[in-house]
Each structure stands twice: as structure tokens, then as C-alpha cells.
């Protein structure tokens, strides 16, 4: 029994990420209708930047935070910058430039950090009062991290003005720009917000996955089925879903298919819920006239 409830909380702990990147996806398909498929190179070339400021002798809570603005600034910049020019360009050429940047930070992590495996530090002691029977201090602290995050934004885009204009910047484009939001501003800020989280979830994960270039490969799988199991237009919905695959992914694995094919489980749950439920769990039905 210990041993199955170690495999759920353990789980639970690596669905916060899973949703926190599924989150991600999810806020820059509101905004542009495409799936970002270099969120996950740019949350790993972020967490090299912890990385290198903890080797330069920073406290880890300095360099995290830290870290996080400079994502963001970096998330506000490639949208103004790379993204705007192409916003209303054809769908291919938008896949284009996602798949761009993705081999580009890709490159540049490997060229500037090398492509060797690096160790990096958790701030939760191994031995501290976060240790359980059935899961570790990181664990535990990693889903406090994130659940803390997650509560921040949905306060974020529920309670301040900025929030509220973004999330009718991403519904409805038109009818904000009527009502005097600068519509591509509000994006902008929707990449940065991305980015910023996208950097959180690889400096959790990095402990337990060791870092390198492809570090967040698997982990953008497991988030993107996240986001299409929870509805690829439902922010909600994208974290419950991450809490649903990291279960599976570590009941499945340690009781059914072996750890050598948990990465299978994110693959069947996106064709599955493509084939069989395309608007997932919670998002919404969208019919249009044609």
C-alpha cells in the first residue's frame, strides 16, 4: 500500500509540472491558435540560466527569480519581435517559425552550455520536515512551487486589470480593441507570462531529470497531453489534466508497462483524446459557419 501511495503522490507532484507546462501552451494557443512547440527548449535554455548564475556563486532563490524576469522579458521580446510580423500569416508559416525557435534554443543551449549532463541543486533539503514515506522534500516542495504559481496567476488574470484586459485580449481580439485594449501588447504579455512559467517548471524538474538541451522534451509531451485532455481553451482544465497524467504516467508505469515506455502513456492519452474527445474534458465546442 505505501508503495501504490507513493506512485499517486508522486504522481500528484509531477502532474504541477505537467499542468504548469500545459498551462503554458494553453495561454499562447488563446492568443494565437497555435501550439508553441519550442515552450519546452526555451523553459530549458531558462533553467541553464539559473544553472550558470548558481555556479557564479548566487543564493538559489536569487537566481530563480531572477531567471523568471529574464524569461519573461525574453517571452515579451520573441513575440514582439520574431512572432509579430508572421500573427497573421497562414498556419504553416507560424509552425514554421515555432519549430525555428525551437531548434534555435535548442542550438544555443548546447553551443553556449555544452551538451553535457549537468547536476542541478534542489533548495529543499533532502532531510528537512517535507520528507514523507511517500514522497520526497523536492517532490513536495516542486508541487508547493508550482500549486503557488498556478494560484498566483488565476488571481492574476481573475482580480487586476491587466489580467482581465488579457483574457479579453485573447477571447475576443475585436471587441477589446473597441474598448481601447492594446490587443498585441496583451499577447505579448500572454508570451511572457509563458515563458516565465515555462522557466519555474524546468528549474523543478531539472533535479530530478538532469540537465541538457533535451531535458524538457518528454516533460512538453506529458504537457501537451495535459492541454488536450483538459481542453487545449481551457486554463483550468489544462492543470487538471497535468494531475491526471502524472498519476497515470506513474501508475501505469510502475504496475502495467514498465518505466522504459511511461513516455507511450502521454502519446496514447493525445491520440485517444484527438480521435475520440477533440475538445477534451472541460474545454469548449466551437462550431463555425461555413
Known sequence: MDAFLHQIFSGLANGCIYGSVGLGLVMIYQATHHINFAQGEMATFSTFIAWALIQ???????????????????????????????????????????IGLLVIFNSMAGWIFDHTIKSFPSPFAQKGMLVTPWFSAHEVGSALVMLAVLFALYAFFRFTPIGLAMRAAAQNPDSARLVGIRVSWMLAMGWGLAAAIGSV???????????????????????????????????GGAVIGGFIVGVLENLLGAYVIGTELKLSVALVLIVGTLTLKPDGLFGKQVVTRV
Do not use: C, H
Open 201 to 235: 517548471a524546468g528549474m523543478m524538474v531539472a533535479p530530478v531529470v538532469f540537465l541538457d538541451p533535451n531535458m524538457m522534451g518528454g516533460i512538453l509531451l506529458y504537457g501537451f497531453a495535459a492541454a488536450l485532455l483538459g481542453g487545449i481553451d481551457n486554463p
Open 56 to 98: 557564479s556563486g548566487w543564493p538559489y532563490w536569487a537566481a530563480f527569480f531572477v531567471t523568471v524576469a529574464i524569461s519573461f522579458i525574453a517571452g515579451l521580446v520573441i513575440q514582439r519581435i520574431i512572432l509579430r510580423p508572421v500573427e497573421k500569416s497562414p498556419v504553416l508559416t507560424n509552425v514554421i517559425v515555432f
